[in-house]
């Protein structure tokens, strides 16, 4: 949870969850984990993917601008992007994984952080029922996509 | 004085019955493939959870007095594929027939069942903890099975899909781990 580049990217996810209403509102934070542990699971075997770095902090942009834009794009497109990236932050945390770490309770520890982290971004989201909140989300996506260049940029 | 280190011994300050009740939770494959099944048997109410929960102590009762014979087998990789099996299946809330559903709790049962023999022991001496292991594994599933049918209203159904993608990617994780060398 302390790598800034993750954290904005999970809840870029929430957030755009939120945005899109149901049943994005929980589909996206289910694909995102599943694919991650995939993503985890190829860094955990040594299986190189290039860009990972570069994926992470492009996953902060386009999620961000998604938001930023009010993109809707169907079910499936959201799905098939959030899917994308989440192969890049597991294989990020799947290489970092220490040597001492009890298997299970990183895995549990990573996977739950990832999903309150997807939480506090649809808690967020929830503001857009009122037109002002659309306005400050919106806003949000915008920051998250910024930062997110900061870090494509080398400026984070 | 040093002693031997045992995968399967009792916990410190613990009787035997009461570390195999425990042990399943403390088994990363037994935890999550006994929380999965229990979510994916509740998750469409407890009617339909009827048959899968008599497969699933038969198995564990006939394969914990199997192990006690001395049978000993590895299926912690087997359990994970089934973790991450389940826990998708909760995540997407698939149907499946009843027949296939009591099938994979007998399969599960008989896979805790086959891997929770205690190191160190013989005779008699397994009948606490694997006795503890038998009702411990039931009510952990009776739990997870309880939590998924009583969060059937939609809103916490929801809850119940996504704790099943948790677990499912925590499956992976481990499994990964597992093939990797490294010790879970």
């Known amino acids: 949870m302390l790598g800034w580049d993750h954290v904005i990217a999970m809840v870029a996810v929430g957030l755009w969850g939120a945005f899109l209403g149901m049943p994005a509102i929980w589909v996206l934070p289910v694909v995102f984990p599943l694919v991650m542990a995939f993503g985890g699971a190829l860094g955990v075997m040594g299986v190189p993917l290039p860009g990972v770095e570069v994926g992470i902090a492009l996953s902060a942009v386009l999620l961000g601008g998604m938001v930023a834009f009010a993109a809707r794009p169907p079910l499936w497109v959201a799905a098939v992007l959030v899917a994308s990236f989440a192969i890049f932050h597991g294989h990020a945390h799947g290489t970092e994984l220490p040597q001492a770490a009890n298997a299970l309770a990183y895995s549990l520890g990573f996977v739950v952080a990832t999903g309150l982290l997807h939480l506090s971004g649809i808690g967020f989201g929830l503001l857009t029922r009122w037109p002002q909140g659309r306005v400050l989300v919106r806003v949000v996506g915008a920051g998250i996509a910024a930062a997110g260049a900061a870090f494509l940029f080398g400026f984070a | ?184």
Request: charged fraction near 10%.
């Open chain 2, 1 to 184: 004085m040093p002693t031997l280190a045992l995968a399967h011994g009792s916990g410190k300050g613990a009787g035997s019955f009461f570390s195999g009740a425990v042990h399943p939770l403390r088994e990363p494959a037994h935890a999550l493939a006994l929380m999965t099944l229990g979510l994916w048997t509740g998750q469409r109410g407890i009617d339909e959870s009827h048959p899968s929960l008599p497969c699933f102590g038969l198995a564990l009762l006939l394969c914990l007095r199997l192990a006690s014979t001395g049978i000993n087998l590895d299926v912690d990789f087997a359990l994970y594929v089934a973790a991450a099996t389940m826990g998708i299946a909760v995540a997407i809330s698939m149907k499946v027939p009843t027949l296939v559903r009591a099938s994979v709790a007998g399969l599960v049962g008989a896979g805790i069942g086959l891997g929770s023999r205690p190191d160190g022991l013989v005779g008699a001496a397994l009948t606490p903890p694997m006795s503890g292991t038998a009702i411990g594994a039931c009510l952990w599933l009776l739990n997870a099975v309880a939590l998924a049918a009583l969060m059937q209203r939609p809103v916490w159904n929801i809850g119940v899909r996504v704790l099943g993608s948790w677990l499912a990617a925590s499956a992976l994780l481990v499994m990964a781990l597992s093939l990797a060398g490294r010790p879970v």
